[in-house]
């Protein structure tokens, strides 16, 4: 696999460029500061296809047009041109595969909205796969479906673009077996102006970057935004007590903050545990910085570490049975591992002179990391059971890659022309998005979980 | 291998705060210590220059006029032998009254992850904290913090403003 293919623009992509940029310039161009995304490079091996746009969707737009921008984005297929279309059917009774066929489409999303009382709008979508449509059928015998998915659902208009990601994820799901990230949420810290008049912002915004929330705003530093695994809660650094450096805890549907550690010295990197009832956190009350254990009911503390070299940006692994954790024990920073169970700690890190702020992809097989080589950081990605390390990107101030929960994408923190913004890689190094925000700095994002069940969205069948 | 440097500085440091010995006040030729200069409250200086012994305001002023930003190399959080001398000026008005408190804020350059810089610019504010308890400054005189990367003095993004930015502060 060659993690650092260099994959040239393709004809496809410039040539739907034009069609395609025109429909994402609709609702990327917004007067207010929100993420905006560029593909910058992609699979040649995107599979082909097409998202017709919904016949009646009109009160709900944009809807085709996320949908076909979710899958875009997952690098895994290669939307076609809204002109390049033979024919805009709303129900797969009524299309002319040959047409399709003939433009190299495997599947076609069709679809068609229809408005109810009280704002109220009925969805319903079908998943059309081509060679099953064109399939010769014996005499006599039923044609087989050509229609691989197909739901309906009532929604209130509020919640269109809500229910466009999860139509693409149920899509991306049933043509790939992976789970889609299309309905997730990302964190992020923004700073906007500068010196006298800088805020820090945390902001949630979906993960096609639409729709920013602010969290949290503070004339102080905002770091280290960390999720809790049931998407309620939000960890984060605040110094808005200067001189304290303190960890504090959101609730996201109230605002509600909790102070969870406000030792003497400092109190950052907060991490979750898998069952969301601990906090892994840097703390240096002790002397020097060193992990513990925050018990968030009994507000226990257990300590991890007992060395005086710098100990932080712990992390668990997703069956709660080891932390990962950097340290500069060794003479400079190098990420280690330490067992619960045998309160064993080992070196996981060997490449490079610098390795830290490492995360465990969900299935626990993965770490990704910030990995210096000759004085330029980037985000790497190591195998737990063979140590081999594979570098993802290549520009030189990589740092805070946070994985998708599908474990296909990672997002992180970068410098263009020296201002911050957000880009994302995914997990083979293959496609790379931007996403560059129109004022201030971006910077340390953190990837929601997979939400469980989606308000406001319901299947009428 | 750096750690062991630091770590044997940071032993040094102690054992000359245990032992009374001056390990670097010997560096300094402009102002004659008393060689159990760890007495508390009994310092005897000499004036830097031609302003003889100074105590009171006039040493608040000299040590609020000192240098008071002190630089790091990279990934290093040891204080260098220049700034050792610079910082008795500190630790002698310190020295005067145990009511007398200084903020110590570390900082580093934006290489690197915020969170280790955070833990880093402590490990420097640290360092000169403990250069100013050898020479008598009491612990509970001084407020120890890090900004880490995020508050740089310079906003360039290269060696000359990196070299600006990896540095600790004392402030009255």
């Known amino acids: 696999m060659n993690y650092l293919a260099r994959e040239s623009v393709s004809k496809i992509w410039i040539a739907s460029a034009c069609s395609l940029a025109m429909t994402l310039m609709l609702f990327f161009s917004n007067p207010h500061a929100e993420l905006v995304i560029e593909i910058t490079r992609g699979y040649d091996s995107a599979r082909p296809i097409a998202i017709v746009p919904f016949e009646g969707e009109a009160p709900l737009d944009p809807f085709s047009s996320v949908i076909a921008n979710d899958l875009h984005r997952s690098g895994r297929f290669q939307p076609l041109p809204l002109d390049k279309m033979p024919e805009r059917p709303a129900r797969s009774s009524a299309m002319n595969f040959e047409g399709w066929q003939k433009l190299g489409m495997e599947h076609v999303i069709i679809g068609r909205v229809k408005p109810l009382p009280f704002q109220q709008f009925q969805v319903i979508f079908e998943l059309v796969d081509i060679y099953k449509g064109l399939k010769p059928v014996e005499p006599n015998a039923v044609p087989p479906s050509p229609v691989l998915l197909s739901q309906e659902f009532i929604i209130h208009a509020s919640n269109a673009r809500k229910l466009a990601h999860q139509i693409s994820d149920l899509i991306y799901e049933k043509l790939t077996g992976e789970q889609g990230i299309a309905s997730t949420k990302i964190a992020y810290v923004s700073m906007i102006g500068s010196k006298a008049t800088k805020e820090y912002r945390l902001e949630v915004a979906d993960a096609d970057g639409f729709s920013p929330r602010i969290a949290a705003r503070s004339a102080r530093t905002i770091m280290s935004p960390a999720w809790s695994p049931d998407g309620t809660r939000i960890a984060y650094v605040s110094f808005q007590k200067w001189p304290k450096v303190q960890v504090l805890v959101q609730t996201l549907a109230t605002g509600t903050l909790e102070t969870v550690a406000s030792y003497p010295g400092l109190n950052t990197a907060p991490a979750w545990s898998p069952d969301g009832k601990k906090l892994a956190l840097t703390l240096s009350k002790d002397g020097n910085t060193e992990i513990y254990i925050l018990d968030l009911a009994t507000k226990a503390l257990q300590r991890i570490t007992h060395d005086e070299a710098i100990e932080t940006e712990a992390n668990w692994s997703p069956d709660g049975s080891q932390l990962i954790f950097t340290s500069d024990r060794g003479g400079s920073p190098q990420i280690y591992q330490y067992h619960f169970a045998t309160g064993t700690t080992q070196r996981v890190t060997f490449e490079g002179d610098y390795n830290g702020r490492g995360r465990f992809t969900s299935d626990g097989s993965r770490i990704i990391m910030v990995n210096r080589q000759k004085g330029q950081f980037h985000i790497a990605v190591q195998e737990m059971e063979s140590g081999a390390l594979f570098t993802l990107t290549d520009s030189t101030f990589d740092e805070s890659p946070s994985v998708a929960p599908n474990g296909r994408m990672i997002l992180y923190a970068t410098k263009q022309q020296g201002k911050g913004v957000l880009s994302a890689v995914s997990i083979d190094g293959r496609v790379k998005l931007s996403l560059p925000l129109q004022e201030g700095q971006v910077r340390e994002p953190a990837w929601g979980p997979i939400p469980h069940g989606i308000s406001g969205v319901s299947p009428s069948l | ?172």
């Not at chain 2, 291998?1 to 040094?12: D, E, F, H, R």
């Not at chain 2, 610019?121 to 612990?139: F, H, P, S």
Request: charged content about 25%.
């Open chain 2, 1 to 172: 291998m750096q750690s062991n440097v630091v770590k044997l500085v940071v032993v040094a440091i102690m054992m000359s705060t245990f032992t009374g010995c001056a390990l670097f006040g010997k560096k300094d030729t402009t102002s004659s210590k008393t060689d159990d200069g760890q007495t508390q409250g009994s310092v005897e200086t000499s004036g830097i220059g031609e302003s003889g012994t100074l105590s009171g305001t006039a040493l608040e002023e000299q040590a609020k006029k000192t240098k008071n930003v002190f630089y790091f190399d990279f990934d290093k959080s040891i204080v260098k032998d220049e700034d050792q001398t610079v910082l008795q000026t500190h630790a002698q008005y310190l020295a005067e009254s145990s009511s007398k408190n200084a903020h110590i804020i570390g900082h580093t350059d934006e290489r690197g992850t915020p969170e280790y810089n955070l833990a880093l610019g402590e490990r420097r504010a640290k360092a000169i904290a403990e250069v100013l308890q050898t020479q008598g400054t009491k612990n509970g005189q001084l407020t120890i913090t890090s900004y880490g990367e995020e508050a740089p003095a310079a906003e360039g993004h290269d060696e000359s403003a990196w070299a600006l930015n990896r540095r600790a502060e004392v402030m009255y």
